[in-house]
Each structure stands twice: as structure tokens, then as C-alpha cells.
């Protein structure tokens, strides 16, 4: 009698993996929203804005506009200064936050007012104040000397410079909570065992504080310098980029090829701000990936 071979699966055999499971399936499903939303207002923008600008005559002409230079000068300036003044404000305040009396407490209230307001109604009122005719500060400096006080916004030198003061004093709160918590994170007893040993102030912070702080406060600085590349409130609304469009920065100098229906040309300006943008961008996720 002929017996007939039965194939039965192999009790070791494994069972075949599911291709996602349930909760990666949810990940994936919450995740396309997302994926669209920078696809469609990230990708598609930048990529169009790049298709726009690659014309070379494009650049030839940015190049020859002598606002253009002059922009330049005015962006690198007013990174360098506006961020190393805003960041070494920052360290020293956040050791005087540290305090722990009840008018500290108050006064640190205050202090993080400009950031927690909008920037459109602060520096719009910063402009109405400085105003040489009926502004709010030449007519306090009328009332106490005598004198008339400058006209702020029509010297190019001067402008320039209140709009970085506007900027260090709106953005400076938010710098000085960051090192403010990177300082509460530093142990109590490591100053307790230096006052022992007879350290002064200078010493604590130059062997305790920034050892501790150095690596926070190089990794926000690089971040405020991005950010600072790419603050637009702080000159358009107060100087509006003049007088005679010598106080544009990078982020405004495309509005002002906008107004004049240069559309090309304010693309350009955008594209040729990348070689300062970049390099940040990639020292500072180097320095996160650490």
C-alpha cells in the first residue's frame, strides 16, 4: 500500500514579521500631516524661489547695486555686535537672576516683559518715540537741556544702531532664562567648597561657572546667530531700511526689490545670504550631535 507524504508546518518554523507594527503604523499616520505641511510650504517655496533665481544676470545685477554692499556690511555688523553684546549682557544677568530675594524675583518679572510681548506694537512704538518732532525722547531731552535732540532715524550710523538695541532688547530676556537654567544646573557645593578655599567671584565663574556654562553658551550663541541673521522686525520696522536704504540688512534688503517689482533680484538677495546661514547651521548641529 502506497502512504501519502503530508507536508505539516515545522513547529520551528518563525513566523513571518508584519511589515509595521500597530503603533508604528499610528507614527506613520501622524507623521504624513506633517510631511505634507513642509512639503507644500517649505519645499515647494524653496525649491520654486531657487528655480527663480538662477539666472546669472540675476546676481550681476545684485552685485552691481551699491545698496547691496552696503548691506553686507550692515548685516555682518550687526551680527557681530548685536550678538556679542546681547550674549555677554546674558551671562551677567543670569548670575545676578540667580538671586534669591523676593525684589530679584520681581524685577526678573519685568525684565522678561520685551520678550513676551509682540514685536510689532513694541518697535513700532520705539519709532514713534524717537520721532525728532513730537516723539517722546527729544521732547524729554527739550524739557530738561534746552536743546533739541538729534534726529535718530535720518543718520544712517545712528539708525543702525538703535535697531541693534532694539534687537538686544527684546531678544536678551529669552538668552538670559537659557544660561539662567544652564547655571541653576550647576551644583551648589562646588561654590560652597571654593568659598572655603578662599576663591573670589573672578575665580568661581573662570573655574566653576565656565567650565560648566562653556559649551550651552557657545551652542546659543551660534543658534542667536542664526536667528539674528534672520530678524527682520527689528530694522524694517523701526528705520524701514532708510534713510536712503543704508540701513538694510539681508533679511530686509528683499523687500526692498520686492517694492521696486524686482522680484529676481529679491530672490537673489536671498540665495547669496546662504554662505552665512549654512556654515551656522552646520556648526551647530555638529555641536548638537554631540
Not at 547695486?65 to 551677567?92: Q, S, Y
Not at 531678544?171 to 544660561?179: A, M, N, V
Not at 567648597?193 to 567650565?211: L, R, Y
Amino acid at each position: 500500500m502506497s502512504t501519502v507524504a503530508i507536508d505539516r508546518p515545522s513547529q520551528h518554523s518563525k513566523p513571518v514579521p508584519k511589515l509595521f507594527t500597530s503603533w508604528e503604523k499610528w507614527g506613520l499616520l501622524l507623521v504624513v500631516p506633517y510631511i505634507l505641511i513642509f512639503l507644500v510650504f517649505v519645499i515647494y517655496p524653496v525649491g520654486y524661489g531657487l528655480w527663480l533665481a538662477r539666472h546669472p544676470d540675476s546676481y550681476e545685477r545684485l552685485f552691481a547695486d551699491p545698496i547691496f554692499f552696503r548691506t553686507v556690511i550692515n548685516t555682518i555688523v550687526f551680527v557681530v555686535v548685536a550678538v556679542n553684546i546681547k550674549m555677554l549682557l546674558a551671562m551677567g544677568l543670569s548670575g545676578f537672576f540667580l538671586n534669591t530675594r523676593w525684589w530679584v524675583k520681581i524685577l526678573s518679572v519685568v525684565f522678561i516683559l520685551p520678550w513676551a510681548v509682540p514685536s510689532i506694537p513694541t518697535i513700532l512704538s520705539m519709532r514713534f518715540m524717537l520721532n525728532p518732532e513730537w516723539g517722546v525722547v527729544n521732547a524729554l531731552i527739550y524739557r530738561l537741556t534746552g536743546l533739541d535732540g538729534p534726529n535718530w532715524l535720518n543718520d544712517p550710523t545712528l539708525a543702525l544702531s538703535l535697531s541693534m538695541l532694539a534687537h538686544i532688547w527684546k531678544s536678551l530676556p529669552f538668552w538670559t532664562l537659557i544660561l539662567l537654567a544652564g547655571r541653576m544646573a550647576i551644583p551648589g557645593e562646588q561654590y560652597e567648597a571654593a568659598s572655603v578655599d578662599g576663591a573670589t567671584m573672578w575665580q568661581k565663574f573662570c573655574f566653576i561657572t565656565w567650565p560648566s556654562m562653556r559649551s550651552l553658551f557657545l551652542t546659543s550663541t551660534i543658534l542667536s546667530m542664526i536667528w539674528t541673521l534672520g530678524d527682520f522686525n527689528s530694522v524694517y520696522l523701526l528705520t524701514g531700511g532708510g534713510p536712503a536704504d543704508l540701513t538694510h540688512v539681508l533679511a530686509t534688503l528683499g523687500i526692498r526689490y520686492l517694492r521696486l517689482d524686482q522680484v529676481d533680484l529679491s530672490l537673489a538677495s536671498i540665495v547669496v545670504a546662504l554662505p552665512l546661514v549654512l556654515p551656522l547651521v552646520y556648526f551647530m548641529m555638529k555641536r548638537l550631535s554631540k
